[in-house]
């Protein structure tokens, strides 16, 4: 079992910055991908970024060039930094854990909304 818990969501202007936190706890193993997923009402859950506990990181399209993904392995925690925000960036973000060898162990944070106005 493994908890995620996120923070750093909010309302910003486009143009603006935030920056995203994951705390996973619990039965981490230690070869893992850490990512985070967005959501809008009557969409699906799509990749933002993601990054492996060996520090390869991928992104999504709209990601690409404004946002980037990091990692503390020390502390469990990944981060994703989002610059240059966009109201179209306007989702629940959630924070994702995935076993490495067994993808099938996956888990997700509650969610943490971002709104970005115009």
């Known amino acids: 079992q493994v908890q995620l818990v996120e923070s750093g969501g909010g309302l910003v202007q486009a143009g603006g910055s935030l920056r995203l936190s994951c705390v996973a706890s619990g039965n981490i193993f230690s070869i893992n991908v850490m990512g985070w997923y967005r959501q809008i009402p009557g969409s699906q859950r799509d990749l933002v970024a993601s990054?492996?506990?060996?520090?390869?990181?991928n992104y999504g399209d709209s990601a690409k060039g404004r946002f980037t993904i990091s990692r503390d392995n020390a502390k469990n925690t990944v981060y994703l930094q989002m610059n240059s925000l966009k109201p179209e960036d306007t989702a629940v973000y959630y924070c994702?854990?995935?076993?490495?060898?067994?993808?099938?162990?996956?888990?997700w944070g509650q969610g943490t909304q971002v709104t970005v106005s115009s």
């Open positions: 990054i492996t506990s060996g520090f390869a990181s």
């Open positions: 994702n854990w995935k076993n490495r060898f067994n993808t099938r162990q996956e888990y």
